[in-house]
């Protein structure tokens, strides 16, 4: 993948590392609610991310992570 096709983030610390913790959980508790396409591309840039902690199974932490916090039903 060509370097112009990733996206960077900087963080500057705990505070930000906490603040992106605090976001993805809304993200997890939200995803149940966002349109298909939202996901796929929220899914694409998550994996295209470098300046945090990579992890190989994503996707499938990500599934484990919305079934089991769905209390939306779905």
Do not use: C, Y
């Not at 930000?16 to 993200?27: E, S, W």
């Not at 996901?39 to 998550?46: K, S, V």
């Not at 932490?61 to 916090?69: D, E, G, I, Q």
């Amino acid at each position: 993948m060509a370097d112009q096709d990733r996206a960077l983030i900087e963080t500057h610390g705990e505070q930000d590392i906490v603040a992106l913790a605090q976001l993805g959980a809304a993200v997890i508790l939200a995803w149940p609610l966002l349109e298909p396409d939202m996901q796929r591309d929220l899914i694409a840039t998550a994996s295209v991310v470098d300046g945090v902690k990579r992890d190989a199974r994503f996707e499938e932490v990500l599934t484990r992570l919305v079934h089991s916090n769905n209390r939306n039903g779905s």
